[in-house]
Nanobody, 124 residues
Framework: QVHLVESGGGLVQSGGSLRLSCAAS???????VAWFRQAPGKEREFVVG???????YYTDSVKGRFTISRDNSKNTVYLQMSSLNAEDTDDYYC???????????????????WGQGTQGTVSS
C-alpha cells in the first residue's frame, strides 16, 4: 500500500527558510512527486514537481526560492523553501504518481496518492 508522509512544516519569519520532507513507501516502480499548497478558502495550487528521472518544474512564483530534490535511496523528496513571505503561508501537500517518464504533471488529478499535509506559516 502506498503512503506519503509530509513533515517539516512550522512557523518561520518572513525571509526565513523551511525544509519539507515527503517520505514515500509502497511504491514498487518509478514515480513522480509534486508539492501542492492550499490556503483556507483558496484552490489547491501546484508548487513544484520532480519526475522519476529528476526533471523538475516550478511554478513561477517560487522559482529561485524553492528547490525540490529527491533521495531515491531513502524514498524521500525534499522541498527547500527560502526567502519565504506571507503569501507562502499554506498547507503543503505532497502527491505522487507512478511514472517512468520525464513528464511533470501540474494538475492534482494526475496524482493518485496524497499525503496528509503539513502547515507552513510565515509571519511578517
Amino acid at each position: 500500500q502506498v503512503h506519503l508522509v509530509e513533515s517539516g512544516g512550522g512557523l518561520v519569519q518572513s525571509g526565513g527558510s523551511l525544509r519539507l520532507s515527503c517520505a514515500a513507501s509502497g511504491f514498487y516502480s518509478s514515480y513522480a512527486v509534486a508539492w501542492f499548497r492550499q490556503a483556507p478558502g483558496k484552490e489547491r495550487e501546484f508548487v513544484v514537481g520532480i519526475s522519476a528521472t529528476g526533471t523538475t518544474y516550478y511554478t513561477d512564483s517560487v522559482k529561485g526560492r524553492f528547490t525540490i530534490s529527491r533521495d531515491n535511496s531513502k524514498n524521500t523528496v525534499y522541498l527547500q523553501m527560502s526567502s519565504l513571505n506571507a503569501e507562502d503561508t499554506d498547507d503543503y501537500y505532497c502527491a505522487a504518481a507512478f511514472s517512468s517518464s520525464d513528464y511533470v504533471a501540474e494538475f492534482g488529478r494526475e496524482y493518485g496518492y496524497w499525503g496528509q499535509g503539513t502547515q507552513g506559516t510565515v509571519s511578517s
